[in-house]
């Protein structure tokens, strides 16, 4: 093997040979003093020579394992074969002490191989001082180690120590002077060392401290630890710390166990103390309330209704709260129970008169049982008056439909020419309406349904809605209303325009008819279908000019005006509009007059009035333009 000779901040791989090989050397001495054995016999100086005979080996064991029986050997071997046979005996020891060696034989530490040897002595070690370590919260070996470090060293993070190996996190010599500090802190002030702010001279303190005043031994130098490139040096030398402070910590956890028992019983004190006290109270609310019974002696859907309220009221305040604790203190005794289980005490057994947890939820039980019987004798109770209360109101109901049907009936049978007396019929079914007796009855019974509990639409035995009977009432007395003022009005326009009383009941016909929305005017499209209706054939632009010309402000052409327009077009009378619309009649629709055309009508106009048109109106490629003829004629 051959070694870098470039010496670097890290150390080369043959330094850290030689640093590990020096630390080696002095745990072995530190073991032989502090047995009180470090004779220049047992003294080691060099591991690949000083070991080669087996017998400081021997002697090593012998102080680390005092419970093993040392072995017959030859204390002065001289020959391979002598030296060999007390190797032998030695890694036999090693390995009736548990210490796990891979590989490495008695020829090896023979021969002087030194990569062997220290292989062998720091199995030696890891098994002593750091597989030794176990039970720290579930960690050993090096992970337990390492998490005592942490443990030790975790209330200085915020100044700078955080240990997560056996390198890097050890250079600045601080988590050295943190452990120190954390378990004796008069002997160095953590915060010196910290302001120091130089890595040697916060190790070299570090050491001193520990070797003059904790016994620590010297195990490694300044630069094993600011080049930190090995763990197995800085783990050797921590593991002294923490066999030093061990027993603290066996200690500690002494204290913590001590602690954790006190506060675990007098948690469960607390609460056996809180269950046996709401046991009561909740036994003495339960007796109190379950001797109360339902109360219908005076039946009436409110008194119904006020008990289901307050029941409601009860179960949702006060009877849900005590369950609510009951079922705490449910959970009370069994978190007693099993924490008991748990830490293997005894059962808890309530003292006498209070319910243990099944006789608890026993009693709850009961109670809920109560309860329920409570709930049905009242609920029956109202849906009892409940029934008949929705009786009354689809009864009502059903005779306001029927009067309202009659009364629109009624109105719909007035007619006649005389004006008088169907507006007087109007008014009076007006007047009936508004005197209903059955809508108010209707009214009250629904107010007194919704006050107490009952969804109107919820009623069931009828098919008519509350609000559309207000509505069906309102459309009935509208339509009598529209229907009055439109007698009213058939009545002023018969006296202003001197038509006759049977022409205008005529028009009342068509324009009801085609009042489709009852609105009392005729809309573009009933107009239209009016117009067809009537058999007068014009375009989509004159029918457009008629609606306008007769609609008022936008609301359609009102009956006054439909009037006006049946008077003109069905009058005989010579206006140019009347004439040209005639003559569009019997062309078709069309603005000139085919000689066909004019032969149809021969009969009815007569010869003489056929040649008088054909020789009269202009001639066009189409035949005869009336249009123009009719233009010129008319001012």
Known sequence: MSFCKDPTAEGTLMDRGRRQETMFVNWINAQFARANHLTPENKVTDVGEDLKSGVRLIRLMCVLCPTLKAPKYNQNPKVLFART??????????????????????????????????????????????????????????????????????????????????TSSWKDGLA??????????????????????????????????????????????????????????????VSEYFSLFSKQVAASDAIRRAKAFLEQEMAMAELRSEYEAGVVKVKEWADLVTAVQPQTDAPSLEDAWAQIQRFDAFRSGAAKEQMQLAQGL????????????????????????????????????????????????VREYYAAEKKKAEQEYVELVEELDAFMEGKQQEAAAVAGSNLDDAGDKLAALMEEIKDCEVFGKAEKAVERLENNGIPIHAVAGTNKRWDEMCWKLEQVKDYISRKKTFYETEKNVAASQD????????????????????????????????????????????????????????????????????????ADTQSKDQVLMSFKTLAHNKECLTSEELQQVIEQLGPNLVEFCSSHMPATDGGFDYVKYITETFE
């Open 499 to 570: 038509i006759p009383a049977d022409r205008l009941a005529e028009f009342n016909e068509i324009f009801q008819t085609f009042d489709t929305d009852m609105s009392s005017a005729l809309q573009l499209r009933d107009f239209a279908n009016c117009i067809k209706g009537l058999g007068i054939e014009v375009d989509d632009d004159e029918l457009e000019v008629l609606f306008k010309k007769y609609t008022v402000s936008g609301k359609g052409i009102t009956f006054e005006k439909f009037v006006e327009f049946m008077w003109q077009a069905t």
């Open 176 to 237: 050295l002077a943190a452990i120190i500090n954390n378990n004796r802190p008069d002997l160095l002030d953590f915060k010196k060392m910290k302001e120091l702010g130089k890595p040697k001279e916060i190790i070299k303190e570090a050491f001193r401290v520990a070797e003059e005043h904790l016994g620590v031994p010297h195990l490694v130098e300044v630069e094993d630890i600011l080049i930190a490139d090995d763990e197995k040096v800085i783990m050797a030398y």
């Open 330 to 377: 449910l959970a009370k005794y069994d978190t007693i129970q099993m924490s008991g289980k748990t830490h293997q005490r005894k059962a808890y057994q309530p003292p006498a008169g209070v319910l243990t947890g099944p006789g608890l939820k026993a009693f709850i039980k009961e109670v809920t049982e109560k309860e329920w019987q409570f709930t049905r004798v």
């Open 85 to 166: 046979e007390n190797l032998n005996q030695a890694l036999a020891m090693v390995a009736e002490g548990g210490i796990k060696t891979v590989g490495i034989g008695a020829d090896n530490i023979a021969d002087g191989d030194r990569m062997m040897t220290l292989g062998l002595i720091w199995s030696i070690i890891y098994h002593v001082r750091i597989g030794a370590i176990s039970g720290t919260d579930g960690k050993s070996g090096r992970e337990g180690l390492l998490y005592w470090c942490q443990k030790q060293t975790s209330r200085y993070q915020n100044d700078g120590v955080n240990v997560v190996n056996f």
